[in-house]
């Protein structure tokens, strides 16, 4: 008899500085502001992407500090872009990932030529699930503006427990992000497992998210 998940994880990575090492890409340095946000609207589609309209190789900008005599992490972000190790992605793929695209990256130091040791791929997450309990949950700040008060943003001090979410979402893809749940990256309880028995989440914060209902 299978036993319902009780819990899933929120991979602590979108949009924190502790995940940014001061990626950049001469496509970006070269584009209009209009033109980035091209880009930035591309890959925050949630239908589809076209991944040949965004970067594939990065540097380390100094000025932006960064990684420069440092192992990256299995998972971080380079610009605005989910990056992941090849071994990273194996697990992913071994699930079900709904709305996801993968492609592949080329990270260099800040000579712009030195590779990172490694394989790396950005990754886009399109699939999204409502079950985020607002009133049941901890650490958390609502922005001040109208059109953005239903997100909640999480707190860098927040630990596990803190962040609860309707049992619903155990089900479907196995990596999702929350609707109203700013820069999410949540993962099923098999996920989660798989990506520690094989090591990857050793250096990256992932929160365990108890599920009600």
């Known amino acids: 008899m299978t036993t319902a998940a009780q819990n899933i994880w929120y991979l602590r990575v979108l949009g924190e500085m502790h995940s ?3 990626f950049t890409a001469d496509m ?23 991944t040949s ?9 100094p000025p932006m500090a960064g990684a420069r005599g440092k192992t990256l992490k299995a998972a971080h972000v380079a610009a605005v872009f989910l990056t992941v190790s090849r ?3 194996d697990v992913l793929e071994q699930f079900d990932l709904g709305l996801f695209k993968s492609w592949p990256v080329t990270l260099l130091k800040r000579d712009k030529t030195t590779p990172f040791e490694g394989e790396w791929h950005a990754i886009w997450v399109g699939t999204r699930k409502d079950g985020f309990l607002r009133d049941k949950s901890h650490n958390f700040k609502v922005p001040p503006y109208e059109r953005t008060k239903h997100l909640a943003i ?11 979410f309707d049992v619903s979402v155990a089900a479907g893809p196995d990596l999702w992000r929350d609707q109203n749940f700013s820069q999410s990256l949540l993962l099923s309880d098999r ?17 365990r998210c108890p599920l009600v209902g």
């Open 20 to 22: 940014r090492y001061g």
């Open 28 to 50: 970006l340095e070269q584009m209009t502001v209009d033109q980035r946000n091209e880009v930035w609207r591309e890959y925050a589609r949630r239908d589809d992407v076209d």
């Open 53 to 61: 309209v965004l970067p594939d190789t990065f540097w380390v900008d």
């Open 87 to 89: 071994e990273f992605l």
């Open 154 to 164: 999480p707190r860098p001090e927040a630990v596990d427990g803190d962040f609860v």
């Open 191 to 207: 996920l989660h497992t798989a990506l520690k028995e094989a090591g990857l989440l050793k250096k990256l914060v992932v929160l």
